[in-house]
């Protein structure tokens, strides 16, 4: 799932190092030391939530020679849905913001269950698993809540996390979150909408990852304090579910 070999590791843990100067990754055990870090490609200055999925990709310049190999996949429509949220859905919320997750689908603790699902859905196995780990904490600690698709019971299911984070040195306007997924995901296809009255961009994507192939979906809010608020929806590449377009409208700003 997470890449074995030392340089990948370190791409990885240098990728941490920028985003988020709240996980001290040059003091964790048995990692590798980390030199200077250049600002470049995926290496971006950003928010903790920004910065987990910087090190899920694998990061890097080097991001792209994976892309190319699966470039024949299709990134999810990217057009913004009008589907209304699941009449049996149930509420989700994080700090400042609110969704509803349809039918089958709950919120979990990843750093604190141990499901094959949720373990393996939210990266916490392998190599980079207890990075990984300390970032959804820090996430856990500003209001970042998580759900899981609970109908499927194995291996990677859809999943989400959703919250509120800082925009970090690089900031969090409209065309600096929308560079810095570019960055992360060259591939990815921007539409503009809005949410709840406040300028907003849906991205879709299909990527590969340290997980292998997945498709994603999220969405992304500039707010007042050089802040952004998100809800970034992941699963198997071609296992994206009807029901995320659902929960993509049903995201609102509270």
């Not at 913001?97 to 699902?117: H, I, M, N, R, Y």
């Not at 949720?118 to 759900?147: C, E, N, R």
Request: hydrophobic content about 35%; charged content about 15%; aromatic content about 6%.
């Amino acid at each position: 799932m997470f890449p074995t070999s030392a340089f990948p590791v370190r791409k990885a843990a240098l990728a941490v190092v920028e985003c988020s100067a709240n996980v001290p990754v040059r003091n964790l055990p048995d990692q590798p030391k980390v030199g200077p870090v250049r600002l470049s490609g995926a290496f971006v200055v950003c928010g903790m939530s920004i910065a987990l999925s910087a090190l899920l990709a694998g990061c890097g310049g080097d991001s792209g020679k994976e892309k190319k190999a699966s470039s024949g996949a299709t990134p999810p429509s990217a057009a913004p849905s009008s589907s209304p949220p699941a009449a049996d859905g149930r509420p989700l919320s994080g700090k400042g913001v609110t969704l509803t997750l349809p039918a089958g689908w709950k919120q979990v603790d990843p750093t604190t269950e141990t499901s094959e699902p949720v373990q393996t859905s939210f990266y916490l196995t392998g190599d980079m698993g207890s990075v990984v780990k300390q970032l959804m904490q820090q996430q856990k600690s500003i209001g970042v809540v998580y759900a899981i698709d609970s109908s499927v019971t194995s291996g990677f299911a859809p999943h989400l996390q959703t919250g509120c984070d800082r925009g970090g040195i690089t900031g969090a306007s409209m065309e600096q979150l929308k560079r810095k997924q570019k960055a992360m995901e060259p591939n990815a296809q921007i539409t503009d909408l809005t949410v709840s009255g406040k300028p907003a961009f849906k991205a879709t994507y299909s990527s590969t990852k340290t997980s292998g192939p997945v498709d994603g979906a999220l969405i992304r809010v500039p707010v007042p304090g050089d802040r952004f608020c998100f809800v970034e929806i992941e699963a198997k590449q071609g296992s994206m579910p009807p029901a995320a377009d659902q929960i993509l409208s049903s995201f609102k700003l509270s």
